[in-house]
């Protein structure tokens, strides 16, 4: 059984702690991956703060990036040396919700999401005999990570492991929100709230999609730079958008919104600057037993509001293919790389993301 370094949260608010774990078997249909690169995204800083329920101790880590180091039993996918990208939607593929394109509303994969451990819903992971969980089916601050051949998905060797890491979870949700989710049309004006790696490739979704106008908002000079610098027309203070992207729609408002920030402010943001008829598609999150209060009159006129984990992901399908988009130039990632770290530094990184210096900090794994 393969030992390996991971970094594991024992308890929320304290820092996360590098230790040797075991990991295996390697059951029938699994892989082994040997982790390669792995970045800090929001969603685990939640995990620790405690805002996100995870059982622990806990391998965190969900945006990541490696090779196949070995294949279980019945798996003829994948072989060793393929590099892939980890998806953190396993799903059965016959429920009701898989029968309907679904995926990230899995039965399986929503019953077993709370034990935290394999999709099957055992540990494969144990640190001196006791079971650690893996943060949603992954764990992927660790050197390796076992999970079902189908949530290791193959991308082009020529992709490199710290880029690729970056679409697992980020990327994926951004460009999705804006080419998988929102139905953007070419020449539509979107908005996009919240300029971290969501709202940075939410803001390239809405390029890709044939948008005219992108206004990026973010509070964050830098930040709306960096917006622009990706394919933003417009950037903006939150305090100045809903007029902006009036003056840019003969006062209608934006086609669609793209929230990626997280706060009540921005969700309250997004159905106010909406055109009648348009629609808003949330992202961001607050702790699960906030509640968020609106404007009654901000929710009227036909608009639409889907709350979308994951961007409309289909794995298989999409990973590849904004790997590809990488590789042609279409789709900017070093950019968004704000830190190459070791995976000792993970505390220091998860510190920098919270104080907003970092867009990601990317855990090199050697
Ligand atoms: N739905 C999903 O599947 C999914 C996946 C990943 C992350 N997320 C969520 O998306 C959000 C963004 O994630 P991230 O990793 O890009 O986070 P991040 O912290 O890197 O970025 C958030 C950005 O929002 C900006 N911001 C803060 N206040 C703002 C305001 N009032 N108006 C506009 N912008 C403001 C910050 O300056 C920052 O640039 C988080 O809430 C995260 O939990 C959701
Ligand atoms: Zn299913
Ligand atoms: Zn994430």
């Avoid at 600057?273 to 609106?294: I, S």
Wanted: net charge neutral; with cysteine.
């Amino acid at each position: 059984m393969p030992k390996a370094h991971a970094a594991i949260l024992r308890q929320t608010n304290t820092p996360l702690s590098i230790e040797s774990i075991e990991i295996g078997p390697v059951a029938p249909g699994d892989v082994l991956v040997r982790i390669r690169a792995a970045s800090l995204c929001h969603t685990d800083l939640e995990a620790i703060e405690g805002s996100l329920s995870v059982p622990l101790p806990a391998v965190l880590g969900h945006e990541a990036a490696g090779e196949i180091a070995e294949v279980g039993p019945g798996v003829e996918t994948l072989g060793i040396g393929d590099r892939v990208v980890l998806s953190w939607n396993p799903h059965c593929g016959t429920c009701f919700y898989c029968d309907r394109a679904q995926p990230i509303l899995c039965r399986q994969f929503l019953a077993n999401g709370p034990k935290a451990f394999h999709f099957d819903g055992k540990p494969r992971l144990t640190c001196e005999a006791a079971p650690v969980h893996q943060l949603m089916y992954l764990g992927g601050f660790a050197e390796y990570c076992i999970v079902p051949a189908q949530a290791a998905i193959r991308i082009p060797d020529a992709m490199p492991f710290d880029r690729a890491a970056l679409i697992g979870c980020g990327v994926m949700t951004g460009v999705g929100a804006a080419t998988r989710v929102a139905d953007l049309r070419w020449g539509d004006a979107a908005l996009v709230i919240g300029c971290g790696a969501v709202g940075l490739s939410a803001v390239q979704g809405c390029a890709l999609a044939g948008a005219a106008t992108i206004v990026a908002v973010d509070p964050n000079p830098a930040r709306q730079q960096l917006a622009q610098a990706v394919g933003a027309t417009h950037a903006c203070a939150p305090a100045d958008a809903l007029d902006l992207i009036r003056s840019l729609t003969d006062g209608r408002g934006a086609d669609a919104i793209i929230e990626a920030a997280g706060r009540p402010e921005t969700f309250r943001l997004s159905v106010e600057a909406v055109r009648p008829g348009g629609q808003v598609v949330w992202l961001g999150k607050v702790a699960v037993n906030d509640e968020v209060a609106f404007r009654w009159g901000s929710l009227m006129q036909e608009k639409r509001i889907i709350r979308s984990s994951y961007g409309g992901t289909k794995p298989a399908t999409d990973f590849p293919m904004l790997a590809r988009a990488y590789l042609d130039g279409k789709l900017k990632l070093d950019e968004m790389i704000s830190a190459r770290i070791s995976l000792a530094e993970v505390n220091a990184g998860f510190a920098a993301l919270k104080r907003g210096e970092t867009v990601r900090s990317v855990i090199l794994m050697g």
